[in-house]
């Protein structure tokens, strides 16, 4: 017969409500506060995605590539920009004067002279002759559009095909293994944001677009992009500001109650 009286010796149980109770007393305000975390950083990314959720939808011209016949200078003018002698363009007879400007021969390529890198991040120089291309095909397509017969999806596809190729190649310059890389990274990055937005507007003629009245395209490309992205950035800093804080009023609970816990456990 065990002898269960506080004088013998040997462990002595506590009752079940004096083990127990602490753990069953803190895991739900545990929980609720997790809870206050996991809503409060959602409601801040869901504030930050406001302005993208609501961006009106791109041009209908730029949805669906329209039927017909294509325009032969235009489709002329692309083949020779993607071919192998891309200095050696038939340019539309009337093209300067609905483009604005003459193509120029640069390092061996026809470019539009006041084309750029329109990009949110700083790319390499030797990345500039390929852009310049690459807005002269561009142009290209907007020309065949204006006359009612714009090209097929394999024009743009074949221009932004070049651009990669170009920038790749522009990299293989470097003679720096480590510049290289970074190099081909950068030319990754810049080229699969064209395709990725080449694929949303189904390879059709790349009309500009809007957001909240500014243009996404131009020169200052960067300006809008920061000036519209702007408030989504903000946000994401504000969601993980407001997690990282709320995290740490947690913590102070949570060691409490361990401590508390290992305290009942000590005293038994």
Not at 58 to 73: C, I, Q, Y
Not at 142 to 166: G, N, V
Not at 170 to 186: F, I, N, S
Not at 196 to 208: C, F, G, W
């Amino acid at each position: 017969m065990t002898d269960a009286s506080p004088g013998s010796a040997g462990p002595r149980a506590l009752p079940e409500s004096m083990s127990t109770a602490p753990a069953r007393d803190r895991r739900p305000r545990r929980l609720g506060k997790v809870r206050q975390v996991v809503v409060s950083v959602l409601l801040a990314a869901m504030t930050a995605m406001v302005p993208l959720a609501f961006a009106p939808a791109m041009p209908a011209s730029a949805a669906v590539a329209k039927p017909g016949v294509e325009n032969l200078p235009a489709r002329a003018a692309v083949a020779d920009l993607v071919g192998d002698h891309p200095w050696s363009v038939a340019v539309p007879a009337d093209f300067a004067a609905e483009a604005g400007y003459r193509p120029v021969v640069e390092d061996g390529i026809l470019v539009d002279p006041d084309g750029d890198c329109s990009s949110p991040i700083q790319l390499p120089a030797e990345f500039t002759e390929a852009c310049k291309a690459h807005d002269l095909g561009y142009d290209m397509l907007r020309y065949a559009e204006q006359r009612q017969q714009p090209l097929q999806p394999w024009a743009r596809q074949a221009i932004d095909a070049t651009l990669q190729r170009r920038m790749h190649a522009a990299c293989d310059t470097r003679t720096d293994t480590a510049a290289r890389a970074r190099c081909d990274v950068l030319a990754t990055v810049a080229t699969t944001g064209v395709d990725l937005n080449s694929r949303r507007q189904n390879y059709a003629t790349p009309d500009p677009e809007f957001l909240f009245g500014t243009q996404l395209s131009g020169e200052r490309l960067s300006d809008q992009l920061l000036h519209v992205g702007g408030p989504a950035a903000v946000g994401a800093v504000s969601a993980a500001i407001v997690g990282i804080v709320a995290w740490r009023r947690l913590r102070p609970a949570r060691l409490t109650a361990t401590a508390a816990i290992a305290e009942s456990g000590a005293a038994a």
